[in-house]
């Protein structure tokens, strides 16, 4: 299942391989236990901020997934050594020099997250260029608050006419930075170029998500001066340069909160390892609400159903509001629930389309359209239930909308096969396996 790749972590298969699909059959409740890996979104930003330094950043407990080859194989272009040790889920990156600053577009493009390459790059160096990152297609994912933090910190910035962005300062200077919104990768960018910049920074509305302060925490012992992690206001006292760091990183929030959330949609019984009890409130909490038990203990929860599901509202937010990420597995679970639940998406502009694919298999969803011509844009669906799923052939749209259709697939009747599975690939590590070892009939094949 999971991408080609040779024993240096070098990709050797692309990314897309539409032709593979997984298969899904319903009627199991998971039971079991599963072990969380490293989450994806916090890997991936501390393995950019090893561009900040020259000496060796080690970051054990990795996930094994695409978006971390993908950022591999960036970070080797650029000019960092990157050993990555798969047996021990370990990597070790070193960025003596940085051979070049013009990132790659297509080792760019894969992801999202390569988008907080720039900060570093523009601090260490002194300039980047790069075209959009890619990623998920869930909205319109402009980049206007990275761009403009640039600005604050004494950079030029501009697009040329085939897109790409270039930003250069000789040396960045702190400034005070507002962000329009808490962007999450805005404030990571701005967090890491700040790190380097002539005096002080302050970012106002900056992201509380825990991956966030998790990467200031690693830049400081990186030797940043950075306080305020975790509130609206943070302060980075620029240095003159980082050194090198080894750390684990934290377990995945989301990968943790899809699991209790099948858990409890299926009528099973999971105990999940290794996960932080205080990150897990926004989803447990309306997991209780429909009808879940959930239990902490040290690292481990234990989630299962008791009875009937509940109709919830919920609403996508700014961490610690609920996660948007975890709305497609929720509204899975909501398709199940008494009465109508209304889920409002509040981060991004477009990612209640593969609700379509839930119609399909049965659900009772009104989605609430708008855009220029009333069309495209959804932010509201009105999920009724209990609805009774079959499966049908559906379409993976980005890394949580897969997942939230393979959950569906667990209590549809008959087989649900989902296409682009490699949207699953980029997220969740070990996923069919992990979902097997739970008693989930899911697996992959090809389309035929
Ligand atoms: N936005 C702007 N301008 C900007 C930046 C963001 O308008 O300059 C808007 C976006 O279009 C979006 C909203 O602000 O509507 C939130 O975007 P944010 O920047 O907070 O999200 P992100 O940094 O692009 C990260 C995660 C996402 C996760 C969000 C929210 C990574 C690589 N991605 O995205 O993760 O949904 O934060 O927590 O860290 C995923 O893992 O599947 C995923 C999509």
């Known amino acids: 299942m999971v991408t080609q790749i040779d024993d240096t972590g070098a990709i050797s298969t692309p990314l897309a391989t539409p032709e593979r699909v997984l298969r899904i059959r319903g009627g199991n409740p998971l039971r079991g236990e599963v072990t969380i890996g490293g989450a994806k979104n916090a890997a991936l930003k501390a393995m950019a901020a090893a561009l900040l330094t020259e000496e060796e950043v080690v970051l054990s407990g990795v996930p094994l997934l695409a978006d971390v080859f993908s950022m591999c194989e960036l970070l080797r272009a650029l000019g960092a050594s990157v050993d990555l040790d798969l047996e021990r889920k370990r990597v070790a990156i070193q960025a003596r020099q940085i051979v070049r600053t013009d990132a790659p577009r297509e080792l760019f493009k894969p992801t999202r997250a390569s ?95 825990p991956e966030v302060v998790w990467l200031g925490h690693l830049l400081n012992r990186m030797g940043a001066r950075i306080t305020g992690l975790g509130t609206q206001i943070i302060r980075i006292e620029g240095v003159e340069r980082l050194h090198a760091v080894s750390d684990l990183v934290p377990p995945d929030r989301l990968e943790a ?31 209780r609400e429909a009808g879940g038990d959930v239990w902490h203990r040290a690292t481990e929860m234990l989630v299962r159903t008791n009875g009937p599901l509940n109709a919830v509202d919920i609403q996508t937010l700014p961490y610690p509001g609920f996660p948007t990420d975890q709305q497609a597995p929720f509204v899975a679970l909501l398709t199940q629930a008494h009465g109508t639940s209304v889920v409002q998406e509040r981060v991004y502009e477009d990612r209640l389309r593969y609700t379509d694919d839930l119609i399909r298999m049965g659900a009772n969803i009104k989605v609430d359209r708008y855009g220029p011509r009333n069309e ?58 992990k979902m097997s070892a739970l008693g989930g009939d899911v697996r992959e094949d090809v389309a035929g």
């Open 115 to 209: 988008v907080v390459v720039a900060g570093p790059l523009l601090a260490r160096s002194g300039e980047v260029s790069f075209f959009m990152p890619g990623g998920d297609d869930i909205g319109r994912r402009p980049i206007d608050m990275h761009l403009n933090g640039f600005r604050r910190l004494g950079a030029e910035v501009r697009q040329d006419g085939e897109g790409m962005i270039v930003a250069r300062a000789s040396k960045l200077s702190g400034a005070h930075i507002y962000m329009d919104y808490p962007s999450h990768t805005g404030t990571e960018t701005l967090l890491m170029a700040s790190t380097l910049a002539a005096g002080t920074t302050v970012i106002c509305n900056a992201s509380a998500e």
């Open 376 to 433: 495209s844009l959804a932010t509201t669906a009105r999920v009724t239930g209990p609805a009774r799923l079959h499966g049908a052939r559906v379409t993976a749209l980005d890394i949580r909308s897969a997942v939230g259709l393979v959950l569906a697939g667990l209590v549809a009747d008959g087989e649900t096969v989902m296409n682009e599975i490699y949207h699953v690939e980029r997220g969740y590590e070990e996923f069919v396996s």
């Open 257 to 287: 909160g899809t699991f209790a959330i099948a858990a409890v949609l299926t009528g099973g019984e999971i105990r999940i390892q290794n996960i932080r009890e205080d990150l897990m409130l926004p989803i447990t909490e309306k997991l």
